[in-house]
């Protein structure tokens, strides 16, 4: 292990070039006009793995390519699937960014770029640290495939399918993600739960066109009224979701769990700073990293009603929109959770309004068991890499492949997050710390150690 650590530091700045070279691609999964940029991205990934002498395939779908690879040469060992992907987010808005979305920029100790974080400079570290273990030795501790897609900024519309009619092939012990946050700076952490994800669009029509406010106000039901009450009616005063049945499933955190969560350095005034308000708010009777983490929430995600351009037109609008979302908890299931609330804005709907309910997409939400060995030993890994003892923590947002892989291949993830929560995901002046990156690379080389004494 001690060649490999020399050969990683050794090769610090190639490390960065690569990275530079991959992130100048602007592999946008959701523009069809970027089509050839996703398989070019695609292919950098293939080459990265075929030269460090993974046996590597790349699989059209009826999307943008799967890359996999393997190296399977530890007899009676076990397996590590890793995933990572190389699509990224649209750059808009392009006028704040202070320089070139996909013109990597070295900014102190920081890579600013579209996908920086999410997710090149993660999955590259891996690629990069369990690559050089190979090269140095020959072989690996353990047996490694790796999955890399170009789909998941848009949902993994044909991941599952793939998946599904590859599970021979991508059989495996555990997954290794790397697709996520640390604790802090200079505190790595695994994640060992995600949130689930119900969207919903709901659209209110009121009148068959829209209508002057003075001949028409007070006669007619203003649909941007109507749909507001129904939104606001979802919450209560105390942070609760009202609707009926939303909690049945929801598993309580215990006494020790939320003792954990308590002794984690959390600074609540440096949060409210950070995002610009006087106080936080949410579900009575929880602390903030408690709601965030390990509690149901619903929020409004936007409106669209009337008249909203420059100036003054006095309307009473024809229709409303509105899209919310609902991130769940462990055993909440996204599919009940539809029909109860889709059960409910009917009920609540005057009937002065024709209502139109819209499931857009939903995701399972994931609960590692922290007792697993595997975590265990990325702990231990995530120490000797970065230098600092790991905690487990949990995460609001949700990563619906981690679900799949439970559901199609029967095994847990070890979610180890190497970015931080101020890197910009999905926004202008996207970063990663290059210092985290050189971390990243060394500890996976140590995590294939500590998976091979398990």
Known sequence: ?????????????????????????????????????????????????????FDV????????????????????????????????QPPDP?????????????????????GATDDKGQALALVRGIGAYLKVNG???????????????????????????????????VVLVSDCSQFGPG??????????LMYMEVEVTGPNKDLHSGSFGGAVENPGHALCKMLSSLKDDDGRVTIPGFYDDVIDLTAEEREAIAALPFD???????????????EKGYSTLERVWARPTLDVNGLLCGWTGEGAKTVLPSKAMGKFSM??????????????????????????????????????????????????????ALAKGFGAEPVFIREGGSIPVV?????????????????????????????FSLEDYQRGIETVAYLLDEIAAL
């Open 1 to 53: 292990m001690q060649k490999v650590i020399e050969d990683i530091r050794a090769q610090k700045d190639a490390h960065v070039e690569k990275l530079k070279e991959w992130l100048r691609i602007p592999s946008v999964s959701t523009d069809s006009s970027h089509k050839g940029d996703v398989r070019k991205a695609a292919e950098f990934v293939v080459e990265e793995l075929r030269g460090y002498g």
């Open 57 to 88: 395939e790349l699989h059209d779908t009826p999307g943008h390519p799967v890359v996999t690879a393997s190296w399977l040469g530890a007899a009676d060992q076990k397996t590590m699937l890793v995933y990572g992907h190389y699509d990224v």
């Open 94 to 114: 392009v006028d704040l960014w202070r320089h070139g979305p996909f013109e990597p920029t070295i900014e102190g100790t920081n890579i600013v770029a579209r």
């Open 139 to 173: 072989s690996l501790p353990i047996n490694v495939k790796f999955l890399i897609e170009g789909e998941e900024e848009i949902g993994s519309p044909n991941l599952g399918p793939f998946i599904e009619s590859h599970k021979g092939d991508l059989a495996a012990d």
């Open 187 to 196: 505190q790595p952490a695994i994640t060992v739960a995600l949130k689930g």
């Open 268 to 282: 609540e005034a440096e949060y409210r700073e950070e995002l610009g308000v006087a106080r936080v708010h949410g």
């Open 327 to 380: 991130r769940l908890v462990a055993n909440q299931d996204p599919e009940k959770i539809e029909a109860l609330v889709v059960e409910h804005l009917h009920k609540i709907c005057p009937p002065t309004v024709k209502l139109d309910v819209r499931p857009l997409h939903g995701a399972m939400p994931v609960l590692v068991p922290s007792d697993s060995p595997f975590l265990a030993a990325g702990k231990r």
């Open 403 to 431: 679900a799949t892989f439970k559901e199609l291949l029967g095994i847990d993830t070890i979610l180890m997050g190497l970015g931080l929560h101020d890197d910009n995901a999905h926004s202008p002046n996207e970063k």
